[in-house]
């Protein structure tokens, strides 16, 4: 018998862990899937009937007869009753590039991790950038897997292939100058409301969804304390960043205008949005992301805060991460921090 447990998440949508015994090597195997509780109950049904029937876990007597059109149909099928629309859709662009490279629709006992390689390296000859590499071989791997667990192969052909390196990333940041063009030009355009959220993702770093509803509302807020609590919208746990004047007066100003909820946008509106000031304003390759670049490397490039204090208030997992988006600003700090040895010594 499997089990079923409903979890809730921190952006308020929910899931149902489902849970029972691999009859391939008797250990507790678990299935977190995002639908509705009665479409969770079919799968913890399903699963059930797979498991009395011994299909989970059983080896196909014959590979050969299996192809890869099969499988992508099987594993589409599967990623859109566990997996987010935008997931699956992204999923489903990688396949299509994997069936165009194989020009034919191959056996599964064929595809190997010579392909795999091929694959790779087709890609990054037409100019793909080693980290959307990554993600499509990540995708063809927990792909191989399902079939794995559906008896379909016995070996992932994905095994052993290595993830290409990824270069340094360029980081698109604003100037002083640029970021005084850019709210000077929502200013003369009278939109005081776009206006307060540009400064909120200037004074904060936060991600563009992670200032909107339903990641954000007043309960985010504390005027008390000065902080405000940001909920990561990539499952990371919240974090806390204080409030400096210019946030707190901000705040406090929404609040006597707009008192249900302090940036009530839509986010293809905000991207859009940005964009027609960005061209008005005359500043090139930058877009919503920008103004999060833009406040860590201001707090680095002046000196205010470390790459440590910066990697904490933008969320991320990991120093390293930091450091990846901002290695020139970072060197450029270490050199000036040696050259004032000259004034010491």
């Known amino acids: 018998m499997a089990t079923m447990k409903k979890v809730v998440w921190k952006d308020g949508t929910v899931s149902y862990k489902i849970s029972f015994i691999h009859p391939h090597n008797n250990k507790w195997t678990s299935k977190s899937v995002r639908c509705s509780y009665k479409d969770a109950l079919k799968i913890k049904a399903d699963i059930e009937k797979d498991v009395a029937f011994g299909k989970i876990g059983k080896e196909n007597p014959d590979f050969r007869k299996v192809f890869f059109s099969q499988l992508k149909t099987k594993y589409i099928k599967d990623s859109k009753r566990n997996k987010t629309t935008k997931t699956t859709e992204r999923e489903e662009i990688v396949l299509a590039n994997f069936t165009e490279y194989l020009k034919e629709d191959l056996e599964l006992s064929k595809i190997t991790q010579e392909k795999i390689d091929g694959f790779k390296d087709l890609r990054l000859d037409n100019d793909k950038k080693p980290a959307t590499v990554s993600i499509e071989i990540r995708v063809l791997k927990t792909m191989f897997n399902r079939a794995i667990d559906w008896g379909l192969i016995g070996v992932n052909p994905v095994k052993g292939v290595k993830l290409p390196k990824a270069d340094n990333i ?10 005084e063009k850019l709210i000077t ?51 990371q746990s919240k974090r806390f960043l204080p409030m400096n004047q210019t946030l707190f007066e901000l705040f406090t100003e929404i609040k006597d205008n707009d008192p249900k909820t302090p940036f009530n946008f839509n986010p293809d509106y905000i991207t859009k949005k940005i ?45 390293k991460t930091t450091e990846k988006y901002y290695v020139d600003l970072v060197d450029e700090n270490y050199k000036s921090a040696l050259d004032g040895l000259d004034k010491i010594i």
């Not at 360029?170 to 970021?179: C, H, M, N």
């Not at 770093?205 to 990641?215: C, D, M, Q, T, V």
């Not at 509302?217 to 008390?224: K, Q, S």
């Not at 877009?287 to 204090?309: C, E, M, P, W």
Request: no cysteine; aromatic share 10%; proline share 2%.
């Open 275 to 319: 964009a027609k000031y960005y061209k008005s304003a005359k500043i090139k390759g930058a877009n919503t992301h920008s103004l999060r670049k833009t406040f860590g490397s201001l707090l680095i490039q002046n000196n205010v805060a470390d790459i440590y204090t910066v990697s904490k208030l933008l969320g991320h997992a990991s120093v």
């Open 170 to 179: 360029s980081v698109r940041y604003l100037t002083k100058k640029e970021i």
């Open 185 to 235: 030009t929502i200013q003369d355009d009278g939109n005081i409301r776009f206006l307060r959220i540009v400064k909120a993702y200037l004074h904060t770093g936060a991600r563009r969804n992670e200032l909107l509803p339903p990641l954000f509302t007043w309960d985010n807020v504390d005027f008390d304390e000065r902080k405000v609590m940001i909920n990561g919208q990539k499952g």
